[in-house]
């Protein structure tokens, strides 16, 4: 009788558990469809959706790390920056819609500040001053985009030069409103309004770049108008590549007297150089050249510089840079030497 009252009991505490389950039943949702991340291949590599929209993102940059020298300096200079970008663009009826921004992050070693709380314990706050000096984050480029028309800031159109590390092209970053038509055949042309002063007037600067880029190399001709200044300046740039491995780059400047445009401080009347660049592997590429500069506006000087560069990528997206510059001309009682070795990680 004892097994039997258990064996029931057993049965009716059970039939009440399933019971009280049934009536408690847990509801488990579905899951919700996932958007995965797709890629963007339209813009080229590197792309991607960004989810749940057509505009297509690009996330990219690079590490730098860069010491400095020069005959003059009693010490190593460094240079360490990160800099990243970010590029969106979209189709629309006019044409791609793009916006880009570059933002620049630098550390300098090698300038000296002065302790301005051991001066005074008022001019304490200057030291943030100081600080900006040799470190500091600031936007390197911001353009909107649509078809051939761009706005927004960066370096000028007229911010052109050599491979080299030697050389001036002229230019600088600036405000601007410019558009490209695109012709056939690797033709384009390029008319861009930019604005150098600080509220001084409304008459911005007038830059023009004509050129072509084909399998043989590419030509362009500048041509900028300083409304301030009231002067002008002209440029050409040729390469060539001879074979694939062998190119030749040439460069010639004319400027009416200083300028925005000139292609040093106080520029110069007239300028020429090259340079010739050897690609002796994927990996390795060794350059030198050199540029003249004639009749300096301000003081009548000719001078003169030439550079070597050895390029190396130690592995993909990993660069090193070595630079060796020699200056010369009336502007120096004697020559000098400078250079630098750079590594770049890019991404």
Same mark, same amino acid.
Request: net charge negative.
């Given at each position: 009788?004892?097994?039997?009252?258990? +064996?029931?009991?057993?049965?009716?505490?059970?039939?009440?558990? /399933?019971?009280a389950?049934?009536?408690?039943?847990?509801?488990?949702?579905? @899951?919700? @469809?996932?958007?995965?991340?797709r890629?963007?291949?339209?813009?080229?590599?590197?792309?991607?959706?960004?989810?749940?929209?057509?505009?297509?993102?690009?996330?990219?940059?690079?590490?730098?790390?860069?010491?400095?020298?020069?005959?003059?300096?009693?010490g190593?200079?460094k240079?360490?920056?990160?800099?990243?970008?970010?590029?969106?663009?979209?189709?629309?009826?006019?044409?791609?819609?793009?916006?880009?921004i570059?933002?620049?992050?630098?550390?300098?070693?090698g300038?000296?500040? @002065?302790?301005?709380?051991?001066?005074?314990?008022?001019?304490?706050?200057?030291?943030?001053?100081?600080?900006?000096? /040799?470190?500091?984050?600031?936007? =390197? =480029?911001?353009?909107?985009?649509?078809?051939? +028309?761009?706005?927004?800031?960066?370096?000028?159109?007229?911010?052109?030069? &050599?491979?080299?590390?030697?050389?001036?092209?002229?230019?600088?970053?600036?405000?601007?409103?410019?558009?490209?038509?695109?012709?056939?055949?690797?033709?384009?042309?390029?008319?861009?309004?930019?604005?150098?002063?600080?509220?001084?007037?409304? /008459?911005p600067?007038?830059?023009?770049?004509?050129?072509?880029? =084909?399998?043989?190399?590419?030509?362009?001709?500048?041509?900028?108008y300083?409304?301030? *200044?009231?002067?002008?300046?002209?440029?050409?740039?040729?390469?060539?590549?001879? /074979?694939? =491995?062998?190119?030749?780059?040439? &460069?010639?400047?004319?400027?009416?007297?200083?300028?925005?445009?000139?292609?040093?401080?106080?520029?110069?009347?007239?300028?020429?150089?090259?340079? +010739?660049?050897?690609? *002796?592997?994927?990996?390795?590429?060794?350059?030198?050249?050199?540029?003249?500069?004639?009749?300096?506006?301000?003081?009548?000087?000719?001078?003169?510089?030439?550079?070597?560069?050895?390029?190396?990528?130690?592995?993909?997206?990993?660069?090193?840079? +070595?630079?060796?510059?020699?200056?010369?001309?009336?502007?120096?009682?004697?020559?000098?030497?400078?250079?630098?070795?750079?590594?770049?990680?890019?991404?």
């Amino acid at each position: 009788m004892n097994i039997k009252s258990l +064996l029931i009991g057993s049965a009716a505490a059970m039939a009440a558990t /399933t019971g009280a389950q049934a009536a408690d039943a847990i509801f488990v949702p579905e @899951p919700e @469809p996932m958007e995965y991340v797709r890629v963007c291949d339209v813009y080229g590599a590197g792309f991607f959706y960004i989810p749940g929209t057509e505009t297509c993102l690009k996330i990219g940059g690079y590490v730098r790390y860069q010491i400095d020298w020069s005959e003059g300096d009693d010490g190593w200079r460094k240079l360490a920056r990160g800099d990243l970008t970010i590029d969106a663009r979209s189709e629309t009826e006019f044409g791609t819609l793009g916006g880009f921004i570059e933002f620049r992050a630098d550390s300098y070693s090698g300038i000296s500040t @002065p302790d301005f709380a051991a001066i005074d314990p008022a001019l304490a706050p200057l030291s943030s001053v100081g600080a900006g000096i /040799t470190r500091g984050v600031y936007l =390197q =480029q911001a353009i909107i985009s649509l078809g051939g +028309l761009a706005m927004g800031y960066s370096d000028t159109l007229y911010d052109a030069g &050599l491979s080299g590390e030697f050389d001036s092209g002229g230019g600088s970053s600036i405000h601007f409103i410019r558009y490209t038509f695109d012709a056939a055949n690797g033709v384009f042309v390029t008319v861009a309004l930019e604005e150098a002063d600080d509220n001084l007037d409304y /008459t911005p600067n007038v830059v023009g770049n004509i050129g072509v880029a =084909q399998g043989w190399g590419a030509v362009n001709v500048w041509a900028a108008y300083d409304a301030t *200044a009231e002067e002008w300046a002209a440029k050409a740039i040729a390469k060539i590549n001879a /074979t694939e =491995q062998l190119s030749l780059e040439l &460069l010639g400047t004319y400027e009416s007297d200083s300028s925005f445009y000139s292609v040093t401080r106080g520029g110069y009347e007239w300028s020429a150089g090259g340079y +010739l660049k050897f690609a *002796a592997t994927q990996r390795l590429s060794v350059g030198a050249g050199a540029q003249y500069f004639a009749d300096n506006h301000l003081t009548g000087n000719d001078d003169w510089a030439a550079g070597a560069v050895i390029d190396y990528a130690l592995v993909e997206n990993f660069n090193t840079k +070595l630079a060796i510059n020699y200056n010369d001309g009336d502007s120096f009682d004697d020559g000098t030497f400078s250079g630098f070795i750079r590594f770049d990680r890019n991404f």
